[in-house]
């Protein structure tokens, strides 16, 4: 491994440190003196400055990349991926197929701290290629779309070498693609998951509540979950660090509703979304006690046309939290 990959693997494993980022346009320093500036001007603009400047440091940043650009982004056009935003002087997230991150992947990042990465997914079996390489536990945010989600997910489930991997969107993903998640033991590092576009059973709740996964975030939006799911969720041991919860646009009813102010295992939930159910201010007003989710701060209730002044106890408790 040369000194410039040795560095592209440091900004990739310390993704908000500046320090390495800035270390690697010292390298480059002579031989990539505009790809030096861009580093630089970059990590300037992310943080404090005078108005002036900043106006001054973005236009040089736009001319850099209009200059420069295609050729920094050719190792992403060699792999067929697209979305090679720069971030602080380098490209952290791209899009391409599970094909093509199997045939290029290694090489990719041995050039660009890539580790957020959304996957056009066919079969899974490239994904399964790829996440069985040394090379894809830099990854920490992983995206799949396509038909072959349900594969591609049962597929990290068991990766050798998706251990690092901290966050999961999944897109129209079945039963069955959550249950191999949730149980998945290779998703040790797995702390965020999110499961969009899909007709789920309750039966996913319930795997979700006894996997080994140590989510901190759970995103369950318009999945059809019903109360038995809210209920199961609330059962849930596994899910004992969440502190965000975000069950949005499904069938939950007042019951649902009381068996997650109830529960006893949710009690690090910091921000619950309850939106565009079939809750009324009964149902709501299970959250009014301190003991109900004792850390939660903020509760949304929007688009369900509840009267503000019948649920005062839970607005008192939650102030701006409170989201109707």
């Known amino acids: 491994m040369s000194t410039w990959q040795e560095l592209v693997a440091r900004v990739a494993a310390e993704p908000e440190s500046n320090d390495a980022r ?35 440091l973005t236009k040089r940043v736009k001319a850099l990349l209009s200059e420069h650009g295609s050729r920094w982004r050719q190792p992403l056009q060699e792999a067929h991926a697209s979305d090679g935003d720069f971030s602080r002087g380098f490209i952290e997230e791209a899009t391409l197929s599970e094909g093509h991150l199997a045939k290029h992947g290694e090489a990719l990042l041995a050039r660009e701290p890539l580790h957020r990465l959304t996957v056009e997914t066919k ?44 966050r999961l969107m999944v897109s129209g993903a079945n039963d069955e693609a959550v249950e191999a998640v949730a149980g998945g033991r290779a998703l040790t590092g797995l702390r965020s998951l999110s499961v969009s576009s899909a007709e789920l059973s309750d039966a996913s709740a319930e795997a979700l509540a006894k996997g080994p996964l140590s989510l901190e975030a759970l995103y369950l939006s318009g999945t059809g979950l019903s109360d038995e799911g809210a209920q199961a969720l609330a059962r849930g041991t596994a899910l ?18 009381q068996a997650l102010a109830a529960s006893k295992t949710l009690l690090q939930v910091e921000r619950l979304e309850l939106s565009r159910n079939e809750l ?20 949304e209730l929007l688009d369900m046309g509840l009267d503000r002044r019948e649920l005062e106890p839970v607005h008192k408790r939650l102030g701006a939290g409170l989201r109707l």
């Not at 004992?240 to 509703?257: T, Y």
């Open 22 to 56: 800035l270390v690697c346009a010292d390298v480059l320093c002579g031989t990539d003196d505009a790809r030096v500036e861009l580093i630089h001007a970059q990590v300037a603009l992310s943080g404090r400055m005078d108005p002036a400047r900043r106006q001054a």
């Open 123 to 166: 079969d899974g079996k490239g994904l399964a290629l790829a996440a069985g390489q040394p090379w894809f536990e830099r990854i920490r945010q992983v995206r799949l779309m396509g038909s072959g989600v349900a594969r591609a997910a049962k597929a990290l489930a068991s990766a050798p070498h998706a251990g690092h991997l901290a």
């Open 240 to 257: 004992a660090s969440l502190k965000l919860l975000a069950l949005n646009r499904n069938s939950l009813s007042d019951e649902g509703a």
């Open 280 to 299: 009324s201010e009964e149902g709501v007003l299970a959250f009014r006690s301190a003991k109900a989710m004792p850390k939660l701060r903020r509760l």
